[in-house]
């Protein structure tokens, strides 16, 4: 279908290489019941195969195990063999080309992205597998190849099995892509193998793939690393409890789903961070982390390839480790198993990070020295700390802690922006959009037109929302909507109309850009029927909530 949620369509004009066009499918959370009949809940598992004819020239992907072309007939054959979810069903077609990254992992991108693709991933998919099935067991998949999607991908990352999807303007920023692939990884074992029965307790799939992320990323990188990636999420969590206030419903592990929600909506860090906390204080019961992967390895292994509830996993735990239910550790006071899951507002309890202060202490000594007083002699103080030589991880805490106080006196974001304004703008866009954001809630005006570059190159949701929600919180509405009508041709049309519905709601009631207006100036015409792309598709309530939930599937 033309107008399936889970299908999405664009014209060459809307990839990086403008040469051909693309398709890609988003199944996540019930978008695939557009795409194909099926039961599209995580309950329900099984195998399949695919036919897909494409005209010459076009390379074509699925979520699969095995695949042949037939290239006189121009036709794909691909076969799923173990038992999958639905939302994990995934194609892709368009200008892609591969590039061997390891003895079981390849890339495939647009001819022009191809070579960063590879020099940034070449022998560390590999190192993460090995890592992973040290702790976890054996990769069941067969492969591990990587996609890189055009910007309009809506999401930042998502497990399909045998074939990740990423969205490409991740490429910029390392950090980000390294700990994106190896959350996808986890989800190997985590979500793809062993999968939530229910969207009610999705934390099963992500809680547990953050914590074998994390325990990847500390067997590969060290814990300093991992406590400062986990430090800057958590940050986020504690962000996004304050927007939504400690009783929010979703906030809970075991979230209830009334009739005609969206899954998809209940995707928020609680799901990932609230759910990684738990599986954390479970690690911290028995004493040992080695003696938890035991327990998980044995997990995977005896669920493999099945859906899952929480009572599963917890009778598991309990099982695996009777001197815990000896000791009734599932029933102690303000840390019941029971409150983890249905208690509304923050972990019952969080991880030590102290191993990574190395990392965090500099971020917060020279957040203080901004906040301190005289500005002066702060300014100066901070001017000699060097954070060009920071991990983006570090860069990115600092400035969202920067977020976290503004508006900020206008004296200060004057000091910040001649301190760092040049050297910001020549980083990722990760700390490019916290920077702009800075300026933009600031309204600091000598910066703005570095908000216009970026939004002139940046078609990307993750990176276009989050500017134009604040924009039009503020008092720069007019400027938000030159920049729109000048660069909303090259956006892909499901973008266009939520920023269109942003700026709408910062003009006030009743006012929307009409599609004639919003058209001036561009090749295409805005869509007005265009449909919901993501079910239940909808501007942000917040300046913040986007930014706060951009996360990877």
Known sequence: S?????????????????????????????????????????????????VVKAPSGVQVLMSATRSTY??????????????????????????????DIGP?????????????????????????????????????????????LPPSFPIVA??????????????????????DVIHEVAHSWFGNAVTNATWEEM???????????????????????????????????????????????????????????????????????????????????????????????????????????AQDLLDSFLSFFPELKEQSVDCRAGLEFERWLNATGPPL??????????????????????TAEPLDQAAASASAIDISKWRTFQTALFLDRLLDGSPLPQEVVMSLSKCYS???????????????????????????????????????RMYTIPLYEDLCTGALKSFALEVFYQTQGRLHPSLRRTIQQILSQGLGPGAEPSVEQASAGADSEVDADTPALLLGDEPPSSAISLRDVNVSA
């Open 2 to 50: 033309t107008d399936a949620p889970a299908i999405w369509w664009l014209d060459p004009e809307l990839t990086y290489g403008n040469a051909k066009p693309f398709v890609f499918t988003q199944g996540h959370s019930v978008c695939n019941r557009s795409f194909f009949p099926c039961f599209d809940t995580p309950a329900v598992k099984c195998t399949y195969s695919a």
């Open 70 to 99: 037939v290239e006189e007939e121009g036709v794909y054959r691909f076969h799923m063999e173990h038992p999958v979810p639905a939302y994990l069903v995934a194609l892709v077609a368009g200008d892609l080309q591969p590039a």
């Open 104 to 148: 079981r992992s390849r890339v495939w991108a647009e001819p022009c992205l191809l070579p960063t693709a590879t020099s940034k991933l070449s022998g560390a998919v590999e190192q993460w597998l090995s890592a992973a099935e040290r702790l976890y067991g054996p990769y069941m998949w067969g492969r591990y190849d990587i996609v890189f």
């Open 158 to 179: 998502m497990e399909n099995p045998c074939l990740t999807f990423i969205i490409s303007s991740i490429l910029e920023s390392d950090e980000f892509l390294v700990i």
């Open 203 to 309: 934390w099963l799939s992500e809680g547990l793939a953050t914590y074998a992320q994390r325990r990847i990323t500390t067997e590969t990188y060290g814990a300093a690393f991992t406590c400062l990636e986990t430090a800057f999420r958590l940050d986020a969590l504690h962000r996004q409890m304050k927007l939504l206030g400690e009783d929010s419903p979703v906030s809970k592990l075991q979230v209830k789903l009334e009739p005609g929600v969206n899954p998809s909506h209940l995707m928020n860090l609680f799901t990932y961070e609230k759910g990684y906390c738990f599986v954390y204080y479970l690690s911290q019961l028995c004493g040992d982390p080695q003696r938890f992967d035991d327990f998980l390895r044995a997990y995977v292994e005896k669920y493999k390839f099945t859906s899952v509830v």
């Open 349 to 370: 309890a969080e991880p030590d990070l102290s191993q990574g202060s190395s990392l965090t202490r500099p971020v917060e000594a020279l957040f203080q020295l901004w």
């Open 422 to 460: 040049s050297l910001l703008d020549s980083m990722n866009a990760e700390i490019r959009i916290r920077w702009l954001q800075i300026v933009v809630r600031n309204d600091y005006y000598p910066d703005l037109h570095r908000v216009r570059r970026f939004l002139e190159s940046q078609m990307s």
